[in-house]
């Protein structure tokens, strides 16, 4: 049975009449067999919570609640997706997009396959980060004269059943316009080899989907989220990124 996680909270309103002085949109909570749903508001009352539109008293309550996982709907924009993931993140709680359901659970045997798939996944990407640790560290050093601000950037990608992670990327830009490392690194695709870690971190593949940025997946039509309950591949990401994000950060120079 589905009911409001903090339902004893006095001074209810109603958030189809009432608006927020922010820019995230509002939500409805939902608590449901451990995991917390937010979902976009609509004619129901929900006790005020100031938590919603403060990141730091977000993350205290979602520290010392029962809280397993946070599933939240994509309708309510990349804004609010991004402060709840990075308030999930600071209280260490998974958040999960919600998305359709992909296919049927696969039989016993599939399961034991992909589990030997991601074995195989985990022992190929050590041994190519271990060979290709010092080309990793000679861009390490290259970037760091280059553009000293970052080393690395990571961003908000979508995973496997719409879990969210940070995918790792050697950073390519300085002061948001695109260094001529960073446009060699985007060209061949190098900037992306630190996503090697999360193969090692489950949370990609070496082969796959594409894996989705947070920013394109809100834009994703019902029927393209099933796309995002596969494992994400490091080769897809790579032919699909590399030649437009390599054209936008060029656009954005000139």
């Given at each position: 049975m589905t009911t409001t996680i903090i339902p004893n909270l006095q001074n209810f309103y109603n958030q189809s009449q009432q608006k927020q002085d922010n820019h995230f949109c509002d939500c409805t909570l939902q608590w449901r067999r451990g995991q917390l749903l937010v979902k976009p508001s609509g004619q129901v009352k929900q006790p005020y919570l100031p938590s919603l539109h403060n990141q730091p008293l977000l993350v205290e309550c979602l520290k010392h609640s029962p809280v397993n996982l946070v599933s939240i709907d994509p309708k309510l924009g990349e804004s609010s997706l991004r402060f709840w993931a990075d308030a999930c993140e600071q209280a260490h709680k998974p958040i999960f997009l919600r998305i359709p359901p992909g296919n049927k659970l696969p039989?016993?045997?599939?399961?034991?396959?992909?589990?030997?798939?991601?074995?195989?996944?985990?022992?190929?990407?050590?041994?190519?980060?271990?060979?290709?640790?010092?080309?990793?560290?000679?861009?390490?050093?290259l970037i760091q004269s280059d553009s000293p601000e970052s080393l690395?950037?990571?961003?908000?990608?979508?995973?496997?059943?719409?879990?969210l992670f940070r995918a790792i990327k050697f950073c390519t830009t300085k002061k948001y316009k695109l260094t001529p490392l960073g446009s060699w690194m985007c060209k061949y695709g190098v900037d992306n080899l630190p996503q090697l870690f999360n193969v090692l971190r489950g949370e990609m593949g070496l082969l796959g989907s594409r894996c989705w940025?947070?920013?394109?997946?809100?834009?994703?039509?019902?029927?393209?989220?099933?796309?995002?309950?596969?494992?994400?591949?490091?080769?897809?990401?790579?032919?699909?990124?590399?030649?437009?994000?390599?054209?936008?950060?060029?656009s954005s120079t000139l």
């Open positions: 039989k016993q045997s599939s399961q034991s396959l992909r589990w030997l798939q991601r074995l195989i996944d985990w022992m190929i990407a050590l041994v190519l980060l271990l060979i290709i640790s010092p080309v990793m560290l000679i861009l390490v050093m690395f950037s990571c961003e908000w990608h979508v995973g496997q059943r719409g879990k940025t947070l920013e394109d997946a809100v834009q994703l039509s019902l029927k393209e989220q099933r796309q995002l309950n596969n494992l994400p591949g490091i080769t897809a990401s790579w032919e699909v990124e590399t030649q437009p994000k390599l054209l936008h950060l060029d």
